[in-house]
């Protein structure tokens, strides 16, 4: 079974100072980890996904994620915050895509920018 | 390239009411999802479909039903709504094989309220 215990329900930071979104994760596999981010009344958008070529995954928008098998996380990361990233971020892990390529989100952290 | 289309936007129904959601991708891709999303509990599937012609159960489809007879249509039916399926209701798509496979693509949403 898969799961992703995102660790923030709300993040708030000021423009210009770092992001840090924190997710673990179990899987009985090798998982596919994504992060999706959702804007107020939009849709869901990829900011990057890790599917083990490298550990470092790098998305749009200046967001990037590590893969740490030994802690089970893949934290998302940003150096300086925009007001634009104020979002809902979501951790999601896939299933198998012979399996049907279900994704199982994590609950969600809002993240918050001051100016 | 619309991408994935999901009608209608809004709709509120009384209880005991039917509804078809329609969702419709021109990306020609095989998979396909249904998901509800409720505050605080991330997104969960509903239904998916990989293939024309094949839907599966996903982790919460009661009270729903799926039809997939085209490959770039996914319908999601209720057949008597109850207040409990006020929800954001979103359809996604995804590529059997490719760059992208594994990438799940989303629509707008569709907000339902049943009174």
């Known amino acids: 079974a898969q799961s992703v215990t995102q660790l923030d329900s709300h993040v708030s930071v000021s423009e210009g100072t770092p992001v840090l979104l924190r997710c673990n994760y179990s899987?009985?596999?090798?998982?596919?980890l994504f992060w999706y981010v959702q804007h107020p009344n939009k849709g869901l958008q990829l900011l990057l996904k890790?599917?083990?070529?490298?550990?470092l995954v790098k998305g749009i928008n200046g967001f990037e994620a590590e893969f740490k098998k030994s802690e089970t996380s893949f934290h998302l990361t940003k150096p300086s915050a925009h007001m634009s990233d104020a979002a809902e971020y979501f951790c999601?892990?896939?299933?198998?895509?012979?399996?049907?390529?279900?994704?199982?989100f994590g609950q969600g952290t809002e993240l918050s920018v001051k100016p | 390239n619309a991408g994935v289309t999901q009608t209608p936007k809004f709709r509120v129904l009384k209880t005991g009411q039917s509804m078809t959601l329609l969702c419709a991708q021109d990306?020609?891709?095989?998979?396909m999802y249904w998901y509800r999303q409720d505050p605080g509990m991330g997104l969960r599937l509903i239904h998916y479909?990989?293939?024309?012609?094949?839907?599966a159960k996903g982790e919460v489809p009661d009270g729903y039903n799926v039809s997939r007879l085209k490959k770039q249509n996914f319908l999601l039916g209720l057949e008597s709504a109850a207040p409990s399926q006020t929800s954001v209701y979103f359809c996604?798509?995804?590529?059997?094989?490719?760059?992208?496979?594994?990438?799940?693509?989303f629509g707008a949403g569709t907000r339902l309220s049943v009174l």
């Open positions: 479909s990989v293939g024309e012609g094949t839907t």
């Open positions: 990306m020609n891709h095989e998979y």
């Open positions: 899987s009985s596999y090798s998982p596919s």
């Open positions: 999601v892990v896939s299933a198998p895509y012979n399996q049907g390529g279900k994704l199982i």
């Open positions: 890790y599917t083990s070529a490298a550990t």
């Open positions: 996604a798509s995804s590529p059997l094989a490719g760059l992208a496979k594994n990438i799940q693509y």
